[in-house]
């Protein structure tokens, strides 16, 4: 069974720019709307996985996981009353160093109510840092130390990594599932696949981009767009090998302070 998952960022109540990973509260509410008027069920990542594992796939036909990265505090205020209302739920990836560090991004006690509500919390490491820059000691830390923290807020195990930027090796593989991780998620807009140390999750981004059409493809996973997206994909992982990471972000940076001020 091929089941979407969807990346979030930040939902904004004003319109954002289209190149942002923000997307606005309006377009969220449509996404919703979406899913709900086509009788879309909402999955954990946990309970995907969950059956993944067992080898036994349950769900109904038309089922979606969302997801949402960064630790945003609009993930508590203005996401989780919408998924509320229309009855979904989701996961959420929070950075631990993050956490409580500001107005823009979650605290602990949002954290841990967030659980409580149903929301599955789960890693995005410790720092954002890009995981495959890092040394074999450097990514246990970040793993580990995001893992702990988490588990004591909301008194839950954490099993479920989103890597930061997608980015991602072997080595970060082994020392996953060492440090007691089953699955990893990556930027890929690709369906869900097997690796020998983990499960890996590929997600489809949701950004300013992201029309309604557009959506609808994602979610019901046409051919089409999933091809031109991964042919995207691999040629940005490409230049990434090419660049390396902080020079391919500091002219991702450009690139987008150069499409906002052309607006």
Not at 218 to 236: A, E, G, P, W
Request: charged share 20%.
């Amino acid at each position: 069974m091929n089941i979407p998952i969807l990346m979030y960022h930040k939902i904004s109540g004003y319109q954002p720019e289209s190149h942002s990973y923000t997307i606005s509260e309006h377009m969220f509410k449509q996404q919703l709307q979406y899913l709900s008027d086509n009788d879309y069920c909402s999955l954990l990542l946990t309970e995907f996985l969950s059956q993944l594992t067992a080898g036994e796939m349950t769900f109904p036909e038309r089922s979606v996981v969302l997801t949402f990265d960064d630790t945003q505090a609009s993930n508590y205020t203005t996401a989780l009353p919408l998924l509320q209302a229309y009855g979904f739920k989701a996961t959420f990836f929070i950075c631990t160093d993050f956490i409580g560090k500001g107005d823009d991004v979650l605290n602990a006690d949002q954290i841990r109510e967030m659980g409580k509500l149903g929301m599955s919390v789960q890693s995005h490491s410790h720092t954002h840092a890009f995981l495959n820059d890092l040394s074999a000691d450097q990514i246990y830390s970040e793993l580990k130390t995001s893992k702990t923290i988490l588990e004591e807020i909301i008194s839950k195990e954490v099993t479920l990594l989103s890597c930061p930027g997608g980015r991602y090796n072997e080595t970060v593989l082994n020392i996953a599932k060492h440090v007691g991780y089953k699955g990893l998620c990556i930027s890929e807009p690709a369906e869900k696949r097997k690796d020998g140390y983990v499960q890996l999750f590929g997600r489809f981004l949701i950004d300013g981009k992201t029309d309604l059409q557009t959506f609808s493809d994602i979610v019901n996973m046409d051919r089409t767009y999933i091809l031109k997206k991964q042919l995207v994909y691999y040629l940005k992982s490409i230049l990434k090998k090419i660049l390396g990471n902080n020079l391919y972000q500091k002219l991702w940076e450009a690139a987008k302070t150069s499409k906002k001020m052309s607006l």
